[in-house]
């Protein structure tokens, strides 16, 4: 464990949301210093370590994950090769930050385990959601009791664009935009395992794009083991800005958070009501970006995490990236087949 103040760290992959968390470690986390920024593509992290007042760039990731200079490392390469990366990044005794998911399928999600298991490495993966405004205080609240018992659920991702549909990936929905909302649901609903899911999709943003494998609409339904029913819808086209809510409603009430709004400014004129939205994540999630990275610093460092009530119950580590996606591949069955899926039992707890 690192004695000094800061925690040193390394960032792979140097591409939109790679400079987003790299800005956020060099300006915005006090406990953590940006030594060296990595990507394989000639020029990018020279781009970004420059524009940064970071030292060090590099082309060389295997070269980065062993130096014994770094106490840990941020992941923010495409997510084929998260999970590699965190097994040689844990073996070489760093602590890991994982942009989600940690492994696109749940052998590789198995190999993160055992790798962060066999190294005692500090792991966390980004489930941004946990960390933004509202949800952990609808968290407390269901811990609480005030909601009574959970019933329905409900998350939603609305993206505000698809420059290029050629560059999505198949599956995309799930593995990697509703995987978010599988995490905030499975948050909300704690203690409680998914054991029944059906997935509806279809291309309806650029409907041209969809038999080369691109799905840019989904409606997701879910079902607990403690009875609770949830839904997860996402799109990639939505003409107003970044949306991202959630909804539990319970027994005894029901809690709501997200907020599309930019201010809390309201014009009002001759055409009506009218708000700035917010438009994009990083301007959504910024502050929720930087308290996941300051709370990984913390447990890296062995610092005690916070306890303000923007704080998360429960830090998002191996588990959560297992069972949320576990949601996300029963929702590519469940397309395939055109039926529910039942989820197999799993060995792990959240």
Not at 31 to 50: F, Q, S
Not at 74 to 97: S, W
Not at 286 to 300: P, V
Request: negative net charge; proline residues 6%.
């Amino acid at each position: 464990m690192p004695q000094h103040r800061e925690l040193t760290v390394g960032l792979i992959g140097a591409g939109r949301i790679g400079s987003n968390h790299a800005e956020l470690l060099a300006r915005a986390v006090p406990e953590t210093l940006l030594a060296v920024v990595a990507d394989p593509v000639e020029g990018a992290a020279a781009r970004l370590a420059t524009a940064l007042g970071v030292e060090r760039a590099a082309t060389d990731l295997g070269g980065v994950l062993a130096d014994p200079a770094l106490d840990a490392v941020v992941i923010t390469a495409p997510a084929r090769f998260h999970a590699g990366l965190v097994e040689q990044a844990a073996a070489a005794g760093k602590a890991v930050f994982c942009e989600k998911p940690a492994g696109m399928d749940l052998e590789e999600i198995e190999r993160v385990a055992r790798a962060v298991e066999e190294h005692g490495t500090v792991f966390r993966v980004g489930f941004n959601r946990r960390f933004a405004d509202g949800f952990p205080q609808a968290r407390r609240a269901v811990d609480e009791g005030r909601l009574g018992i959970p019933q329905l659920l409900r998350s939603t991702t609305r993206d505000p664009g698809l420059a290029d549909p050629a560059a999505v990936a198949p599956w995309t929905i799930f593995r990697e935009t509703l995987i978010h909302d599988f995490d905030a649901l499975n948050f909300l609903n704690p203690g409680a395992r998914a054991v029944e899911v059906h997935a509806v999709a279809d291309a309806l943003v650029a409907p041209e794009h969809k038999d080369a494998g691109l799905l840019d609409t989904a409606v997701v339904t879910v079902r607990y083991d403690n009875g609770a029913i949830a839904t997860a819808e996402a799109s990639f086209s939505a003409a107003y800005g970044y949306d991202t809510r959630a909804e539990v409603f319970g027994s005894g009430g029901m809690a709501t958070v997200g907020e599309l709004a930019a201010s809390s400014l309201r014009l009002y004129g001759p055409e009506g009501l009218s708000a700035d939205t917010l438009r994009c994540d990083t301007q959504s999630m910024g502050r929720a970006y930087a308290a996941e990275l300051r709370s990984f610093a913390l447990a890296a460092l062995g610092r005690p995490a916070g306890t303000g009530p923007e704080d998360p119950a429960e830090a998002p580590g191996v588990d959560a990236a297992r069972e949320a996606l576990r949601i996300a591949l029963a929702c590519i069955e469940s397309c395939r087949t055109g039926a529910p899926v039942r989820l197999p039992a799993s060995g792990a707890g959240r």
